[in-house]
């Protein structure tokens, strides 16, 4: 089954709780922003509020590339640039890339950037929210 990032995306962003479980995270999560557009122009994917801290979170649903962590990096500066500019609320930024695969080594570059990584499997979101679905529905 070929996943599409969208698809992931609207996951994440409607049930936060699966996004702490994809995440492994233990404090609560609030969508701030979807597609939030940037400065520079570029829309990073989904923003969360969490305690006094922000949760950049950037996907993939394809291989590892070097780039992405330069783009998630790149969005971080931008929301730091924002607030400065007092046009988004204050607080730390923890940067996550989230891919389906990573080597040992990527993960570490990742890190060395300050951005987290998350290897995560798209299928299992889905299959998250289908199960939640199916509850909902029985």
Do not use: W
């Amino acid at each position: 089954m070929e996943v599409r990032e969208s698809q992931v995306e609207d996951v994440l962003a409607t049930y936060p709780d699966i996004t702490k479980e994809v995440m492994r995270l233990h404090d609560d999560l609030t969508l701030l922003a979807r597609q939030k557009l940037l400065p520079s122009g570029n829309r990073l994917d989904l923003l969360f509020v969490s305690g006094n801290r922000l949760k950049l979170l950037e996907l993939k649903v394809s291989v590892f590339e070097k780039q992405f962590i330069d783009q998630v990096v790149q969005y971080k500066h931008e929301l730091v640039q924002l607030q400065s500019e007092d046009k988004l609320v204050n607080g730390c930024i923890d940067a996550y890339l989230l891919c389906p695969s990573m080597t040992v080594a990527q993960k570490q570059d990742c890190l060395k950037c300050d951005v987290y990584p998350v290897e995560y499997s798209p299928e299992g979101v889905l299959d998250s929210f289908l199960a939640r679905l199916s509850r909902q529905a029985g």
